[in-house]
């Protein structure tokens, strides 16, 4: 226990009062400024926030590739701009989002790259390094891909290799920009997994950049949340969900945050309710409400109008009813919907204009969606 504790208190890197940006004919261009926070061993940590909020900046600036506009970034005690680049590329490694410049070069010759802090000035490889790079090839999935050439390989592929270069550089701090951004969901979440892994077990920091909220709120040990107007917010993901603080840098018109789920779900305009009958904590339930919210109609559990409704039977079959009385069944949420609308033209309750038109003539009906109005 008391060696995980002193892991968890080595600071990696720091930002002390740092203030991110460019200059710009002279004068600087303030991104983000004043911000403070550090980074440990052992632990993944993930940096969210909207599109322009300063995320690549900082990372650059992080990791030495820019100037810091005021304050500083220390590595291990010591201000960044204060080491070598060949003693930095032994503490730090970064995985940048493009990576489209490397061609006619073999995947096992890229990987080889992140040894070359240690070959020495010829960039001889050794079997130590051999062993290394198989590893980080192993790791990474990617060992059948060793032979081709960067350019034939698709973007996810090429993200893949990049990290397997800097995992190959065994620095014991690794700093990535979007390395998800090219990777079908599985491989994104396998990839998320093996880096926190990695933090783990090789008691390394990784700090990453991602668009992908929710994934880190699953993965991440601490979260930064970074935007120019509430700066940068740092913490766990489960605390970060119970103060609020995601809702607030995320929230947008039509969407709502479950806070217990960590998970984000999109809320549909609503022009009709419809009474839902059945067990509320069934997949079949929860997924026919879902389908009725998309098409604008809200499941309720009880209404004075009870003319038609839906039943869900603990069976997983949907039956539709009217006036009490069964008017179809179907085991498909498409085929009970579809007989819904149906059902509902028939009866004028429901008529979209601008787009499918599901009223059997011209009258007005009860309820009328516009969807060119949206």
Not at 33 to 54: M, T, W
Not at 92 to 103: A, E, H, P, Q, W
Not at 161 to 170: L, T, Y
Not at 171 to 180: A, C, R
Request: proline share 3%.
């Amino acid at each position: 226990m008391e060696s995980l504790v002193n892991n968890a208190n080595t600071k990696t890197i720091e930002l002390i009062g740092l203030s991110t940006g460019y200059k710009v004919k002279g004068k600087k261009l303030i991104i983000s400024n004043d911000l403070n926070a550090s980074l440990v061993r052992d632990e993944l940590v993930c940096l969210l926030g909207p599109n322009g909020a300063g995320k690549s900046t900082l990372l650059r600036t992080i990791v030495g590739f820019q100037v810091p506009m005021g304050g500083r970034v220390s590595v291990n005690g010591r201000s960044i701009g204060d080491y070598r680049s060949s003693e930095l590329s032994k503490l730090v490694s970064v995985v940048l989002t493009d990576n489209s410049g490397i061609k006619n070069m073999s995947v096992y010759d890229v990987v080889a790259m992140g040894r070359s802090p240690y070959t020495g000035f010829w960039g001889r490889i050794n079997e130590k390094d051999k062993k290394v790079i198989d590893n980080c090839l192993r790791w990474v999935n990617i060992t059948d891909l060793k032979d081709r050439k960067m350019q034939t390989l698709s973007d996810g592929e090429r993200q893949k290799v990049m990290i397997a270069k800097a995992i190959a550089q065994e620095t014991p701090i690794i700093v990535l920009d979007e390395p998800t951004a090219y990777l079908d969901y599985p491989s994104k979440m396998t990839m998320l997994m093996l880096l926190h892994r990695l933090a783990k077990a090789l008691h390394k920091t990784v700090f990453l950049s991602t668009h992908d909220v929710e994934h880190a709120l699953q993965i991440a040990d601490h979260v930064w949340l970074l935007d120019q107007q509430h700066g940068l917010v740092t913490g766990t993901p489960e605390d970060l969900c119970l103060n609020g603080r995601i809702e607030q840098y995320f929230n947008r018109e039509g969407m709502t945050f479950n806070r217990a789920q960590g998970a984000f779900s999109v809320q549909h305009k609503s022009y009709l309710d419809l009474v839902v009958e059945g067990d509320k904590t069934s997949t079949p339930y929860v997924l026919l409400c879902k389908a009725l919210s998309r098409h604008n109609i809200q499941p309720v559990d009880d209404s004075d109008d009870r003319d038609v409704l839906i039943q869900v039977e603990r069976n997983g079959e949907f039956t539709l009813m009217q006036f009490g009385k069964k008017t179809g069944s179907s085991q498909s949420i498409e085929k009970v919907v579809g007989d819904l609308f149906t059902l509902l033209a028939k009866t004028k309750m429901f008529k979209v204009t601008g787009g499918k038109d599901y009223s059997a003539d011209d009258d007005v009906p009860h309820v009328e969606v516009n969807y060119e109005d949206f």
